[in-house]
């Protein structure tokens, strides 16, 4: 069994910056795939941005150039630096680690 927990939501004013983590812990032998996911009330769950353990990431077009995928992997540790939000970032943001969802942490971005 693995436990996932985000943590760092919070309410920010457009511009404004905000960094998720996300901690995996339980029984882990190795992790290959870690993402952050974003839900908006009325809309499917996105996925905004991935990463694997061959090094490769993904991002939503609507995330790049603003957010920040990172990996601690001796922590079992992911991060998400969000910069320059906008009130269409708005959501509740979930961690998936291999097959594991976290409970999610909200963000909302509003003035």
């Known amino acids: 069994q693995v436990q996932v927990v985000e943590s760092g939501g919070g309410l920010v004013q457009p511009g404004g910056s905000l960094r998720l983590s996300c901690a995996a812990s339980?029984?882990?032998?190795?992790?290959?795939?870690m993402g952050w996911y974003r839900q908006a009330p009325g809309k499917e769950r996105e996925a905004v941005a991935r990463t694997f353990s061959s090094g490769t990431t993904i991002y939503a077009d609507s995330v790049k150039g603003r957010f920040t995928i990172s990996r601690d992997n001796a922590k079992n540790t992911l991060y998400l630096q969000m910069n320059s939000l906008k009130p269409e970032d708005t959501a509740v943001y979930y961690c998936?680690?291999?097959?594991?969802w976290g409970q999610g942490t909200q963000v909302t971005v509003s003035s």
């Open positions: 998936k680690v291999d097959g594991y």
């Open positions: 339980g029984s882990i032998f190795s992790i290959n795939f």
